[in-house]
């Protein structure tokens, strides 16, 4: 998975409960991103990073927040889960050197919301 | 692992035969393509990917075709094996965009 791993790799939560998803990255790449895919949407982009501490919202950002404080550290927080956050979360890393813009996933996290 | 769909569309193919999946893109101004494959429990892995200023591409055992005037990919494998079994998707881009926009998938089985 190119040096990118993500902790937890399974939570169960309950509703209204903070959580924190960390990913974590050994190859020095520039932009890191969070998906979450669930039945039916493929992957979709809910927040990502093109830098130290600079971060941009995807198309599903509502409910979420990240910080990204070093290079290999991106984390996506859910301030107060609900069940609709239920999903599989990816976390991705890409180093879009040139105009290569490959990007390569991590395992990913299975997140339930009780 | 994972399911990463309940509902998608699903090629069936017997091992040794070769495989089409496509996929039809949305933005006439998306200049990159990729193509990912997901096994179960796993996080998408990159498969091939093309330029907009090629019309195909090979890879080993792979080849996608890109068809501009109708917003249409397509990955071919070859010699299709039980590990090719598989979600497939595609993903593309365009100048100035940070992140790839990913289509929906198609689940690829593989009979022996």
């Known amino acids: 998975d190119a040096g990118i791993t993500q902790s937890p790799r399974h939570k169960v939560t309950e509703t209204g409960t903070p959580v924190t998803l960390r990913c974590h990255q050994t190859?020095?790449?520039?932009?890191m991103y969070w998906y979450r895919q669930d039945p039916g949407h493929g992957l979709r982009l809910i927040h990502y990073?093109?830098?130290?501490?600079?971060?941009d919202k995807g198309e599903v950002s509502d409910g979420y927040s990240v910080s990204r404080s070093k290079t290999e550290d991106f984390l996506l927080t859910l301030e107060s889960a609900t069940s609709s956050q239920t999903s599989v979360y990816f976390c991705a890393i890409s180093d879009l050197a040139g105009e290569i813009y490959e990007q390569y996933f991590g395992p990913g996290t299975r997140l339930t919301v009780t | 692992g994972e399911s990463v769909g309940l509902h998608l569309p699903t090629l069936s193919v017997q091992e040794g035969d070769n495989s089409i999946i496509n996929c039809a893109y949305s933005n006439s101004a998306s200049d990159y393509f990729i193509w990912y494959k997901q096994e179960s429990g796993k996080g998408p892995q990159f498969i091939i990917d093309?330029?907009?200023?090629?019309d195909k591409r090979q890879g080993q055992r792979v080849t996608v075709l890109l068809n501009k005037t109708v917003k249409h990919l397509s990955l071919q494998i070859a010699a299709t094996q039980p590990g090719d079994s598989a979600v497939y998707f595609c993903a593309e881009n365009w100048a100035g965009r940070r992140a790839l926009t990913f289509g929906s998938g198609t689940r690829l089985q593989v009979q022996p």
């Open positions: 093309i330029r907009s200023n090629m």
């Open positions: 990073s093109y830098g130290v501490k600079d971060t």
């Open positions: 190859e020095n790449h520039r932009y």
